[in-house]
Every structure is written in C-alpha cells, then in structure tokens.
C-alpha cells in the first residue's frame, strides 16, 4: 500500500511568499537595482563592528538572559524616558527580541485569541495580518485617507465592537512615509477610554522623520503606555537590518505575557551584539542624526527624478518614497513592478500587497537607503521613462 500524504490545511490559504522576497528575488534574477526591499546597501559603523568583534572574543557567546541582558535594557529604558519621558522598568518592561518582526508575532500571539478582532490599516504592512490570522483572530481593515494617508477616526469609532481585542498602529508608516499627530493620540485616547482594547504601537523608523517633524511615540501618552507595546528596531537605527535585533517596551502586565510567548519562540537574541549595542548607545549623536542622514538621500533622489514622468507622494518619515507612476503607464502595480524590475533594470514594491482585496493603483514604493552612486544612478535609469 503506498503511503498517503497527510490531508494537511494550511493556517494561511491565501498567502504565499512575501512581495519583498517575490521582488529581491526577481532582482537578483535580473540583475536589477534592488529599490525594492528595505534595507541599506552600505555598511554599518566600524565602531560598532569592532564592539560585537570584543564581545566575541572576550567570550560573550552563549545564552543572553532570557529578556535580554541587563545591561542593554537599562540603555533601552534610558533613551526611552530621555526622548519621550516615560520610565520602564528595564527588569520587568524591557525586552530585546530576535527583530521587530518577531517582537510584531510575539506581542500578536500573547493577546489575540480565537474571535478577537485586531484593527489594522491599510496600506497594511506585510506581517500583521497573517500572525492575527495564525492566532484565530479576525483583521478589521480600515483604509488610510488616500489623498495623504491620515488617519478617519470616525470609521475607527464605526468599527470598534464588543470582540475589538487589537489596534496595531505603524509610526511613521511603512509604506506611505505618514506620520501620528498629536490629534491622532488624543483621538486614540478618547476612542480606547474605558475599554479593554490593547495597542501595539510599530516605531521601527522612529529616528528617520524629516522637515523638522518630531515622532510621537504612544510611550508619551500616559493613558495610551498603560495599554500598548511599544516595538522598535536596532537594525533600522544602526543600519544592521541583517543582525534581527529589536526590543519590546510594555507595562508589567503586559511584558509578563509578552515573555511568556517570547520564551517559547527564541528564548533569547545574540549575546556580544546586545552587549555591543549597549556601549554604541552612549553615542547618542549615531541615532540622532539619522533624520538628516536619510533627509538628504530623499531629496537627493527626488531631485534627481524631478524632471521625470513619475509623481513622488509626501514622504515625512522612514526610507521609502512612493511614486505615482500614472503618467507612464495603465498597466496594474504588479505588472509594472515587473517591468520595472526585468526590462528596466530597477526593483520595486506595487502598493497592492498592502491592501486586503490587492487592489491595484499606480503607486510604487522604492527604498532610497542606498549610496548616493546607486540613488543617482537608478534615478537617472527611470527618468527615462
């Protein structure tokens, strides 16, 4: 008799891989600049390459505590309540997590149950949806304003219900490069008063806004900290995406539940980098001049594009800039993404994955955490268009 394969159903039925791994792919496959994934083409300081290389060799290479070692926890909650005011303790409120993304499941997986429903708005970043999912909850899709992706409060209070468990927030915003104001928090505020609704608040660009913009993180609101996790990232600040090393601020009640989860996915993240970012830390200057670092490469690129066919969208934070490529071309996003990337020679990301219907629009987002060699170069490539 021959064996059988398992009648097996998959968690996640309409997804497949990631867009970003679809185009990087189909990048290298072509030989193409990749604009499409977000990370940096340079490399990271010597300092703090030289740092993880001590730690290394002093012997720092075995199991970090569970939450993270100590010592880059009290910086965490240091810089914390430096630029935003709020005081967590770094023994009960701080965790260090293999990378944002894993902080994202981690925090998804430790509150949504069965029937609960997560508000998420789209454009939605890539990760949410599928760890509600996997978790048996209910994504609640709330569009952005299209003109300039701020948020409606009013349809927010119009989908708030008895199973509202999660609303996950992402400042500033990947894809769009918007940012929360202070009338989105004392709106939040109002609409989360006297539920049980958590938050989880994604600030991995936290550094990167620009024209004198401040980001407001929701660890600057009082009432909103007591309900939220607070996630950011080492790798969008240090340039070391590829390291995966983020962290978790959330009251006690919350970071014991957290810890729970995180235990069971990881345990715990690379020892001598923690510990290496725990001394690159006391330069406060390496994270404080990233706005202005990543301030020029934008306009460096939309300068250099600004006689071309496509349109740049407003971009006050993060390193991706959106194009409307309307004037160029009717074909869907997906399709000219294609075009970009094979026949034209640059990768790029189409905005419908980030929708829950996957409806096209004329909208790409490109990366311009690039040298300025490659900015120049890829702009010149599609100004030809």
């Given at each position: 008799?021959?064996?059988?394969?398992?009648?097996?159903?998959?968690?996640?039925?309409?997804?497949?891989?990631?867009?970003?791994?679809?185009?990087?792919?189909?990048?290298?496959?072509?030989?193409?600049?990749?604009?499409?994934?977000?990370?940096?083409?340079?490399?990271?300081?010597?300092?703090?390459?030289?740092?993880?290389?001590?730690?290394?060799?002093?012997?720092?290479?075995?199991?970090?505590?569970?939450?993270?070692?100590?010592?880059?926890?009290?910086?965490?909650?240091?810089?914390?309540?430096?630029?935003?005011?709020?005081?967590?303790?770094?023994?009960?409120?701080?965790?260090?997590?293999?990378?944002?993304?894993?902080?994202?499941?981690?925090?998804?997986?430790?509150?949504?149950?069965?029937?609960?429903?997560?508000?998420?708005?789209?454009?939605?970043?890539?990760?949410?949806?599928?760890?509600?999912?996997?978790?048996?909850?209910?994504?609640?899709?709330?569009?952005?304003?299209?003109?300039?992706?701020?948020?409606?409060?009013?349809?927010?209070?119009?989908?708030?219900?008895?199973?509202?468990?999660?609303?996950?927030?992402?400042?500033?915003?990947?894809?769009?490069?918007?940012?929360?104001?202070?009338?989105?928090?004392?709106?939040?505020?109002?609409?989360?008063?006297?539920?049980?609704?958590?938050?989880?608040?994604?600030?991995?660009?936290?550094?990167?806004?620009?024209?004198?913009?401040?980001?407001?993180?929701?660890?600057?609101?009082?009432?909103?900290?007591?309900?939220?996790?607070?996630?950011?990232?080492f790798g969008k600040t240090?340039?070391?995406?590829?390291?995966?090393?983020?962290?978790?601020?959330?009251?006690?009640?919350?970071?014991?539940?957290?810890?729970?989860?995180?235990?069971?996915?990881?345990?715990?993240?690379?020892?001598?980098?923690?510990?290496?970012?725990?001394?690159?830390?006391?330069?406060?200057?390496?994270?404080?001049?990233?706005?202005?670092?990543?301030?020029?490469?934008?306009?460096?690129?939309?300068?250099?594009?600004?006689?071309?066919?496509?349109?740049?969208?407003?971009?006050?934070?993060?390193?991706?800039?959106?194009?409307?490529?309307?004037?160029?071309?009717?074909?869907?996003?997906?399709?000219?993404?294609?075009?970009?990337?094979?026949?034209?020679?640059?990768?790029?990301?189409?905005?419908?994955?980030?929708?829950?219907?996957?409806?096209?629009?004329?909208?790409?987002?490109?990366c311009f955490a690039k040298?300025?060699?490659?900015?120049?170069?890829?702009?010149?490539?599609?100004?030809?268009?």
């Amino acid at each position: 008799m021959k064996n059988q394969i398992p009648n097996f159903k998959t968690k996640l039925p309409e997804w497949g891989t990631s867009i970003f791994t679809v185009m990087s792919k189909m990048a290298a496959d072509h030989n193409a600049i990749n604009l499409a994934q977000g990370f940096p083409d340079f490399n990271c300081d010597d300092d703090l390459l030289e740092l993880v290389q001590h730690y290394q060799k002093k012997g720092f290479n075995q199991y970090a505590p569970m939450p993270g070692v100590p010592v880059l926890r009290r910086a965490i909650s240091e810089k914390i309540e430096k630029l935003y005011g709020k005081f967590y303790d770094p023994e009960s409120e701080i965790t260090v997590t293999s990378g944002a993304t894993q902080a994202l499941y981690t925090a998804i997986t430790s509150v949504v149950k069965k029937g609960d429903e997560a508000i998420v708005f789209e454009p939605v970043y890539d990760s949410y949806v599928p760890d509600i999912l996997s978790n048996g909850g209910k994504p609640v899709y709330i569009p952005l304003n299209p003109k300039d992706y701020t948020y409606d409060w009013e349809k927010v209070r119009n989908k708030i219900s008895d199973n509202t468990k999660l609303i996950i927030l992402n400042s500033p915003h990947n894809p769009t490069g918007s940012l929360l104001s202070n009338d989105d928090i004392e709106e939040l505020e109002k609409i989360t008063n006297g539920t049980e609704i958590l938050i989880i608040s994604d600030e991995v660009y936290e550094h990167i806004v620009f024209d004198g913009a401040k980001h407001i993180s929701l660890s600057e609101s009082e009432a909103l900290a007591k309900r939220t996790f607070v996630i950011s990232s080492f790798g969008k600040t240090y340039h070391t995406t590829g390291w995966k090393m983020g962290f978790c601020a959330a009251p006690e009640y919350l970071t014991s539940e957290f810890r729970k989860m995180h235990q069971f996915i990881v345990f715990s993240s690379n020892t001598p980098i923690q510990f290496a970012y725990a001394d690159f830390m006391k330069n406060e200057e390496k994270y404080l001049s990233l706005s202005d670092f990543y301030q020029k490469k934008r306009d460096l690129f939309t300068s250099e594009i600004q006689n071309s066919n496509f349109v740049t969208k407003d971009c006050a934070g993060t390193y991706f800039q959106l194009l409307d490529y309307s004037e160029i071309s009717d074909l869907p996003d997906m399709q000219f993404a294609e075009y970009m990337t094979k026949k034209v020679g640059v990768a790029v990301i189409p905005l419908s994955p980030f929708y829950e219907k996957r409806q096209s629009q004329p909208i790409i987002r490109v990366c311009f955490a690039k040298t300025d060699e490659v900015l120049k170069k890829s702009a010149s490539i599609i100004s030809k268009l």
